[in-house]
C-alpha cells in the first residue's frame, strides 16, 4: 500500500465552509448485504454522489460491494477495522485499527480512504493530530446527525437529515438500517428542492476527485501511478 502525499493541511472538520450549493451525505458501519446495494440503486437513479465510511471487517466480507461503490464514483473512508471506541486506545492499537482498513480497501479497489470517521465520533484532538501527523488521513465528522440509529421512523429521519443541509454540511446516517435507506430518495427530493447537490467528502473540499485513478502516491506503484 502506498504512503498518501500530503495534499492538504486539514486536520479535522465537521463541515466545510463553502458558498458553492453542495452537501455531502455520508454513510456509516457498511457495507451491508442487501441495504447497501439498495442505497446505491438510489443514489443512481439521482446521479448522487456519496462517501461510505466502511467497517474494515464488513468490507472484507462485501469486495464487490466496495468495487460498486467506487465504479459509480462514490467515495470511500475508513471507520475502523473492529468500531471501537478509539477515544479510549493507545497510538498503536488507534492505528492498527485503521491500518487494517486502509489496506484492506486499497486491496479491494486499489485506493486508500483519506479521511477517518471515528467510530461515535470518540477521537480526542491529540489523536486526530497524531492520525494526521503518522497518516496524512483527516477526521471528519459531521454537522448534521439524525440519529437514525435509534430507528425514530423514516419520515423523522429524512426531515431531520434535511434540516441541517445547507453549503457545506457534512450528514451523518448509516446503510445498515433499512428506514434509513427508505428515508433517503425523500431527503436527495429535498436536497435538489433546495439547489443542492450531493458530493463526496474530497468533492465538498475541492480535493482531486477519489479512486484508483484520481490521486497521487509516494512512491507510487504501477497500479497507482495514474497522472
Ligand atoms: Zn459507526
Known amino acids: 500500500?502506498?504512503?498518501?502525499?500530503?495534499?492538504?493541511?486539514?486536520?479535522?472538520?465537521?463541515?466545510?465552509?463553502?458558498?458553492?450549493?453542495?452537501?455531502?451525505?455520508?454513510?456509516?458501519?457498511?457495507?451491508?448485504?442487501?441495504?447497501?446495494?439498495?442505497?446505491?440503486?438510489?443514489?443512481?437513479r439521482y446521479n448522487a454522489k456519496a462517501t461510505f465510511y466502511v467497517i474494515g471487517q464488513n468490507a472484507r466480507r462485501y469486495p464487490e460491494i466496495l468495487r460498486r461503490m467506487v465504479a459509480e464514483g462514490h467515495e470511500i473512508g475508513n471507520h475502523t477495522y473492529t468500531h471501537p471506541v478509539l477515544s479510549r486506545l493507545g497510538n498503536g492499537t488507534v492505528l492498527n485499527?485503521?491500518?487494517?482498513?486502509?489496506?484492506?480497501?486499497?486491496?479491494?479497489?486499489?485506493?486508500?480512504?483519506?479521511?477517518?470517521?471515528?467510530?461515535?465520533?470518540?477521537?480526542?484532538?491529540?489523536?486526530?493530530?497524531?492520525?494526521?501527523?503518522?497518516?496524512?488521513?483527516?477526521?471528519v465528522v459531521w454537522s448534521v446527525d439524525p440519529e437514525d440509529w435509534r430507528r425514530p421512523g423514516v419520515s423523522v429521519v429524512a426531515n431531520r437529515m434535511l434540516r441541517g443541509a445547507r453549503p457545506g454540511a457534512v450528514i451523518l446516517a448509516h446503510d445498515i438500517h433499512g428506514p434509513t435507506i427508505r428515508a433517503v430518495p425523500a431527503v436527495l427530493d429535498g436536497i435538489a428542492a433546495r439547489g443542492l447537490e450531493a458530493v463526496t467528502i474530497s468533492e465538498l473540499l475541492a480535493w482531486p476527485h477519489w479512486g484508483p485513478r484520481g490521486l497521487r502516491y509516494v512512491g507510487a506503484t504501477a497500479r497507482a501511478s495514474h497522472g
Request: without cysteine.
Open 1 to 44: 500500500m502506498p504512503a498518501l502525499q500530503r495534499t492538504h493541511e486539514v486536520v479535522s472538520l465537521n463541515a466545510v465552509e463553502t458558498s458553492r450549493p453542495r452537501v455531502a451525505l455520508t454513510f456509516d458501519d457498511g457495507p451491508h448485504p442487501t441495504n447497501t446495494p439498495m442505497l446505491l440503486d438510489i443514489l443512481a
Open 97 to 139: 485499527e485503521i491500518d487494517r482498513t486502509q489496506q484492506i480497501v486499497w486491496d479491494i479497489v486499489g485506493a486508500v480512504p483519506v479521511t477517518l470517521r471515528p467510530p461515535y465520533g470518540s477521537f480526542s484532538p491529540r489523536q486526530q493530530h497524531m492520525l494526521f501527523d503518522n497518516r496524512n488521513l483527516s477526521t
